[in-house]
């Protein structure tokens, strides 16, 4: 049925319930500022997301026993209420969240999604981000959608058609925007040293940011690379343009690049805009090892915030402060250990807070997230160089790891090996 405006859809909503929000860029921030004012006339609700952009009317203290935010991904607006303890952080791996949804363990009353304008079949799309979306609109009780204009028209596990909708507000706003970040001469180092790794034919995995975008940047030579990742930014529109990206040796989706979301500026939503080479699949079958193992030379590159000289890799906190997420890193570093011939990397600058802190470290910080464990880390990657981690004791992975951390902290780390685990290196 459609409605007025948003908060006449959101009404339907009634106190005690579960709440699912379409999350990344497809984010109905316009649904959820309208919900942080109808949540005031309603009690105990629970709102679900992951990484959520524009959403900080929900963080206000003022929704206390109206709504709660409970986040499997925390991002700029929702970090501050974490780590206050005004909004919760669930660690769970992304591939994993849409069976919560379907074994009913975590229940779904409600979703709230944005998506484009239907099709002559009544068919709209959930655009640039399927993620968990799909399984929560499966099983909740009712989706209200936000049919914006702007949402481009997306491949493969996006469609709902209107009739499936509670409620549906017609309302235009801008996709948020994820401008290519600035590069340095840190991030291009080591965005060459990732690059180093790539090989003919290798099917790729990468988030987003400078790091990425400088390895993507790197690999105009390469020939025949695929990509089945979680998501992907701008930093592929040159090599799909070059050919360099044809996905043609993918056992998986040959010919398709695969992802379960997008991010990046206005060029990339009208690159996937009705675009049949680009399939954004449910999250649970893009990260699950399972499919991600069939193709060959899966090479994964993610980030981390901190690793320790056993190889163990902080990716979703600073300490006890939770900074991100579980996310899919270890789908994809499972999953490209394996692939026949894939390689996992975890680049990262070697030092933070203007180089006075080691981003390679004796011990991780107390209360560190180990995301990607000891047993799982295979490639570490600093502007310093590549330590190969796998098959390797911990006095050569100590070793390794202190030849790739800023010169500054060399001779420290040393010192702290020996110290904290008696090695000799």
Excluded at 37 to 65: F, I, M, W, Y
Excluded at 302 to 324: F, P
Aim: hydrophobic content about 40%.
């Amino acid at each position: 049925m459609k409605h007025p405006n948003a908060a006449s859809a959101l009404n339907l909503i009634g106190n005690n319930e579960f709440i699912w929000s379409h999350s990344m860029a497809a984010t109905p921030y316009s649904m959820l500022d309208a919900l942080a004012q109808v949540a005031r006339d309603k009690q105990n609700l629970t709102l679900l997301s992951l990484h959520t952009e524009k959403s900080g009317a929900l963080c206000a203290p003022e929704l206390a026993g109206h709504l709660r935010q409970r986040v499997f991904f925390v991002g700029g607006p929702t970090r501050p209420a974490v780590n206050c303890g005004l909004a919760d952080y669930v660690p769970c791996f992304l591939s994993e969240i849409p069976k919560l949804f379907r074994s009913k363990e975590q229940r779904v009353d409600t979703a709230i999604v944005q998506v484009s304008p239907p099709d002559k079949h009544g068919l709209c799309s959930l655009g640039v981000s399927v993620e968990a979306t799909r399984a929560a609109m499966q099983n909740a009780r009712r989706v209200i959608a936000q049919i914006n204009p702007r949402m481009p028209r997306t491949h493969g596990d996006s469609f709902v058609h209107l009739q499936d909708f509670a409620a549906y507000v017609e309302l235009e706003s801008q996709i948020p925007l994820h401008l290519p970040a600035e590069q340095d001469p840190v991030t291009q180092q080591i965005g060459a040293n990732v690059a180093s790794l790539i090989r003919d034919g290798d099917c790729l995995q990468m988030g987003i940011g400078a790091i990425p975008d400088a390895a993507l940047a790197c690999l105009g030579d390469r020939q025949n690379l695929g990509v089945h990742t979680e998501m992907f930014s701008d930093g592929v529109l040159p090599l799909l343009a070059k050919g360099v990206i044809n996905n043609r040796n993918k056992k998986k989706h040959p010919g398709k690049v695969v992802t379960t979301f997008a991010m990046g500026s206005q060029a990339l939503y009208d690159f996937v805009d009705d675009n049949p080479e680009v399939v954004f699949l449910d999250v649970a079958y893009t990260n699950d090892t399972a499919v991600i193992r069939q193709n060959p030379q899966v090479v994964s590159i993610n980030s981390a915030l901190q690793v320790d000289l056993s190889g163990q890799i902080c990716a979703d906190s600073l300490g006890t402060k939770i900074y991100s997420g579980v996310g899919g890193q270890m789908d994809f570093v499972r999953g490209a250990g394996l692939s026949e011939g894939g390689r996992a990397i975890i680049a990262l600058p070697s030092t933070a807070a203007g180089g006075t802190v080691s981003r390679i470290s004796s011990l991780l910080s107390p209360g560190a997230g180990v995301v990607t464990t000891r047993a799982h880390a295979h490639y570490i990657v600093t502007e310093y160089g590549v330590a190969n981690l796998r098959a390797r004791s911990l006095t050569e992975r100590a070793k390794a790891l202190i030849d790739i951390a800023a010169p500054q902290f060399r001779e420290q780390l040393a010192r702290q090996a020996f110290e904290d685990w008696g090695l000799r290196v």
